[in-house]
């Protein structure tokens, strides 16, 4: 089992920066993938950015350019550095591991305001 803590949601002005960190912890070696989805409201979950324990990384063209995925030294954290943020990135930013199977943490809200 995977537990999964995100934190460093919050409200910024349209231009500004976050970083958020996702935790993983539980009975676990090394978590293969892990990453970042996002809900707005009616809208449906999509992928914004992950990594593998390799370092190889994928995002979504909508913030190619403007956000960084990083694993931490401990391989079971990742965080998502994002720049440039526009009102569009408005969403619940929820954390995502894979471990043998899929895991999601609890969410933290983002909002971009024009």
């Known amino acids: 089992q995977v537990q999964l803590v995100e934190s460093g949601g919050g409200l910024v002005q349209a231009g500004g920066s976050l970083r958020l960190s996702c935790a993983a912890s539980g009975s676990i070696f090394s978590i293969n993938k892990m990453g970042w989805y996002r809900q707005a409201p009616g809208k449906q979950r999509e992928l914004v950015a992950t990594i593998t324990s390799g370092g190889i990384t994928n995002y979504a063209d909508s913030v190619k350019g403007r956000f960084t995925i990083s694993r931490g030294n401990a391989k079971n954290t990742v965080y998502l550095q994002m720049n440039s943020l526009k009102p569009e990135d408005t969403a619940v930013y929820l954390c995502?591991?894979?471990?043998?199977?899929?895991?999601w943490g609890q969410g933290t809200q983002v909002t971009v305001s024009s």
């Open positions: 995502y591991a894979y471990y043998y199977q899929n895991y």
